[in-house]
Structures are given as C-alpha cells and as structure tokens.
T-cell receptor, first 114, second 116 residues
C-alpha cells in the first residue's frame, strides 16, 4: 500500500481537452515533486514544491500548470497537450531537510494524448 | 555537472545465479546514491542508499550495493536472483537545493530479467 496516491491511473485525452492529475500523500511530508517518465529516457523532474511553495520549475511548457494547495495535495493541470506529452507522470514526496530519507513515489498516471 | 550512467539497457540472469546491475556516477563533492526498483504499472520503490560509512550497503529484498569511490561506481547486487526480481532498476544521485528539497538525477534504467 503506497503512501502516495495518484488519480486517475490512466487518462486518455484529446489535444484540446483540459484535465487535472491529482496526487495525495499520507506520509506527513512537506515537499512534493512531479516527474515525467517516457520510454527510453531518464526520469525528468518537472516541478518541486517545498512547504507549498514552488521552488523549481525545470523549463516545463506552460501547458502544464502545477498547484499545491497544501502539503498533502499536489495537482498537475493539463491543457492543449501535444502527442509527445504522452508518458507516465509520477508524483513523489519527501521531508524537507531530511537528507537521509528517500523520496516516496506514487504509482503514476499513464497519460495518452490522441 | 552531476550525472549517472547505467551502461546496460537489459541484464539477463538465470534464477539462483548472482546478479549485478551496474551504475557509475559523476558528482562534485560527496555522493549521495540511491537505487530504486519499478515493477510494471507501479511507481519507483526505494531499495537502498549510500550516504556515508560502509562501502557495502544492504537494502530491501536481499539486495545490496557496493560503493567504490575510486571507480565512481555503485553497482547493485544480489547473491541469488529470483524470477520476482524481474523489473526496471534505477540508480540515482541526489543533490541538495537551498529549499531543503532534493533533486535526484536518475539513470536511464536497467531492465533485469530473471529466467526460470
């Protein structure tokens, strides 16, 4: 049973749709991350939130818009996506200033853009 | 710049045989190294880490990893492979940011296939 829950697990959408991915962590962590996992490519860190403040945005296109309303929830709002955005989107959490603790990952949302 | 290399896309090993999944790294300063495993349709699961201390670290499911500073390697090992070990394995190096969060640099992953 993962301490990080992502919904939905699968999402198919057209390029003109708007949808949101949700992540919830039950571990009492206060940092959250979005990653993109594409086949044959390293995991790409997209966004980092620390204490509900965005602290990193790795040149992600504006069609991806993150939101962190509190330390337990993280959203990724999607609009006007491109076929190359099809991937597995992973959420992770950790505790700020706890260097010996690993990140905990959810099971991801498999996104397919038609 | 920090980086991680996993030179093998796939490793095949017979059940019961020892397995090694290779990882080399490039960092400035002391490395903080991690291994994660990903089973089909699942997220990444933490296996073990090296922060400091003993060069041989033990982790979950009987896995261990050997840190070798001179060769800048952190290979994952298991004395006797199980079919259930078949999965995608990621090596990662971590750097600290000023926000207290941790950016992981992941390798491209190595698919381990254990044959019955």
């Amino acid at each position: 049973e993962t301490g990080v829950t992502q919904t939905p697990r699968h999402l198919v959408m057209g390029m003109t749709n708007k949808k949101s991915l949700k992540c919830e962590q039950h571990l009492g962590h206060n940092a959250m991350y979005w990653y993109k996992q594409s086949a044959k490519k390293p995991l790409e860190l997209m966004f980092v939130y620390s204490l509900e403040e965005r602290v990193e945005n790795n040149s992600v296109p504006s069609r991806f818009s993150p939101e962190c309303p509190n330390s337990s929830h993280l959203f990724l709002h999607l609009h006007t996506l491109q076929p190359e955005d099809s991937a597995l989107y992973l959420c992770a959490s950790s505790q700020v200033w706890q260097p010996n603790q690993p990140q905990h990952f959810g099971d991801g949302t498999r996104l397919s853009i038609l | 710049a920090q980086s991680v290399a996993q030179p093998e896309d796939q490793v095949n090993v017979a059940e019961g045989n020892p397995l090694t999944v290779k990882c080399t790294y490039s960092v400035s300063g002391n490395p903080y190294l991690f291994w994660y495993v990903q089973y089909p349709n699942r997220g990444l699961q933490f296996l073990l880490k090296y922060i400091t201390g003993d060069n041989l670290v033990k982790g979950s499911y009987g896995f261990e990893a050997e840190f070798n500073k001179s060769q800048t390697s952190f290979h994952l090992k298991k004395p006797s492979a199980l079919v259930s070990d078949s999965a995608l394995y990621f090596c990662a190096v971590r750097r600290t940011s000023t926000s207290g969060t941790y950016k992981y640099i992941f390798g491209t992953g190595t698919r381990l296939k254990v044959l019955a």
